[in-house]
């Protein structure tokens, strides 16, 4: 045996090292259709409903299950590497997941489906901060731009795409093809991952120790308050304005419930022996103030996706179909310009390509804020390729830097923080909108009919033509009154949701220049340390 080929009793031979692309083709395609799933089944609630028979209120805990479910495995991802291996818990989750699809796909009754969309978000919690700490490991630091590229076009195209997706599947063949589609797409990663994807040597062996350490002193309480606390949590936000917030004695005790819970989460894993979340990474300012401007990005992200689309439908009289047509622009973008912005990560500042995404994407909010009912899809167009490059010079900075101080051993748990104050970042924003577009619309409503009074002459005179015309259209006088007394109406409605959605979007604009200070930090200093991880001997 020659010293080439000598190995050394107890040390496992490190295997040749497989093409990277390959590695990352592999991982990518189960967290696309977790991604994707998040969002597909939007398109498809009335076909649902008239499917199972259920109202608009019950037909949302197929969408809330999902994020419930997600939201609840994601912290503990690093957690569940270090007992089974990321390679295992990645391949047990993409089984999940399929698995799940399949039996969403043969549900006839609303319990089912639900119970079903919970192990679907099961299977999909973790696939996202593995993928992440996976090409982290597998990439040169030279190259951890490029590989941040790759899972942000997973990541933020996902849910872009879900809707435009779901409604050509919906329109053309059943519902269920929606969660069927998954299938196929997961028997492919499936494969892949198992023969391309392997743990390097020192991230098994720290793993390995850590997980007898673990398992010395498991977290039950920790594990039990995160899922109360997160769950909870997490049904506020999907549910509480559907329920009118705080008027509601159910919601104002369920965000009781969660405040508590997870405020004893945090005192009980800062003061574990061996945290099942490790809270302490947020004591390092790169990975906190990364993980904070990231979960501002992803709030603005889904509160732009779900505006735009009802200005379009509600205001420009576009259709469902047309509506996703106009934002394909804002998604290829970003395919486009994620890969140059992965390659120019090591030579432009990571702190300035930051800070100008949040300027530009303000510099679009605010063009968004002067649009009117005489708006073009080709005015709505153009901001949206704004924004994709915005988007692009955010995420990619954000989720490369924002890791850069974490060891290779502890990527698990802090990308599963990280992914998860992205997705309760998008849910915070969605509900947020969600109650300020009803409140605005009915705001600016009051404000003009108190100024549409007989008394003013251009009121009396915008009457007066309006009733001529449905008079010389055969319409009788009282008639004629009373229909355009209704069509003024029907225009102040319409004028007041176009003063809300302009007010929604400066709203998300300064929103996010509020995060501008944090980017500051943004900066790892030379010689700085690893940071420290929160596990005692």
């Known amino acids: 045996m020659t010293a080439g080929t000598m ?66 495995v994601m912290p503990l991802t690093g957690f569940l590497a270090r007992l089974f291996g990321q390679k295992r ?31 679907q978000g099961i299977g ?32 933020v195209l996902g849910p872009a795409f879900g809707p435009t997706l779901g409604g050509y599947i919906v329109d053309n063949y059943s519902w269920p093809w929606i969660f069927y589609i998954n299938i196929p797409v997961c028997i492919i990663s499936l494969l892949m991952v198992t023969r391309f994807v392997h743990e390097p040597a020192d991230i098994r062996a720290s793993m390995q120790k850590m997980a007898e350490r673990q398992r010395k002193n498991m977290d039950w309480w920790g594990i039990g308050l995160l899922i109360a606390g997160l769950g909870s949590l997490q049904y506020v936000l999907e549910e509480g304005n559907r329920n009118d917030w705080f008027e509601s004695g159910e919601i104002k005790l369920i965000t009781l419930f969660a405040f508590i819970s997870l405020a004893l989460l945090i005192v009980r894993e800062l003061s574990a022996r061996v945290p099942a979340v490790d809270i302490s990474l947020f004591k390092d300012p790169v990975f906190s103030s990364g993980t904070i401007i990231g979960a501002v990005m992803f709030a603005m ?6 505006l735009l689309p009802l200005f379009m439908q509600t ?139 007989m008394s003013r002459p251009a009121v009396a005179m915008r009457m007066a033509m309006t009733q001529r015309m449905l008079s010389g259209r055969g319409i009788p006088s009282a008639a004629a009154q009373t229909t355009a007394a209704q069509l003024l109406d029907f225009q102040i409605r319409q004028q007041a949701m176009v003063l809300a959605f302009e007010r929604l979007f400066m709203i998300c604009g300064i929103a996010f220049l509020c995060v ?22």
């Open 124 to 155: 999909a919690g973790a696939l996202q901060p593995t993928e992440q700490a996976i090409l982290r490991q597998t990439f040169p630091p030279q190259e951890q731009g490029m590989a941040m590229a790759v899972f942000g076009m997973a990541v």
């Open 516 to 537: 501008l200070p944090l980017v500051f930090f943004l900066r790892m200093p030379k010689g700085a340390e690893k940071a420290e991880v929160h596990v005692e001997m």
């Open 301 to 306: 992200l889904m509160s732009v996706t779900f």
């Open 7 to 72: 190995t050394l009793p107890g040390v496992h031979a490190e295997r040749p090292p497989v093409n990277k692309w390959l590695v990352t083709v592999s991982i990518t395609f189960g967290t696309l259709m977790g991604a994707i799933d998040a969002s597909i089944v939007n398109v498809a609630v009335p076909h649902l409903m008239g499917s199972l028979g259920v109202t608009i209120e019950q037909i949302t805990w197929v969408t809330t299950g999902f994020v419930i479910a997600t939201v609840m």
């Open 89 to 119: 818990v990645y391949l047990f989750c993409l089984v999940l997941f399929g698995v799940g699809s399949a039996l969403c796909g043969m549900a006839h009754t609303l319990p089912l489906l639900v119970v079903f969309r919970i192990i």
């Open 315 to 453: 205001l420009l009289g576009f259709s469902a179909t047309q509506s996703g047509i106009a934002l394909m622009p804002r998604s290829l973008t970003m395919i486009v310009v994620m890969p140059i912005v992965g390659r120019l990560y090591n030579k432009v500042s990571p702190r300035a390509t930051v800070a100008f995404g949040i300027l530009l994407f303000a510099y679009t909010a605010w063009l968004m804020g002067h649009y009117t009912l005489a708006t073009s899809s080709r005015g709505v167009v153009n901001v949206l390729i704004i924004q994709g490059v915005a988007f692009s010079c955010l995420f990619i900075p954000l989720t490369t830097i924002s890791l850069s101080s974490i060891p290779r051993h502890r990527l698990s748990d802090a990308t599963g923080l990280n992914s998860l104050l992205r997705q309760v970042g998008g849910s915070m924003g969605l509900a947020l909108m969600a109650t300020l577009m009803t409140r605005s619309a009915t705001r600016a409503r009051g404000a003009m009919l108190a100024n549409v009074t």
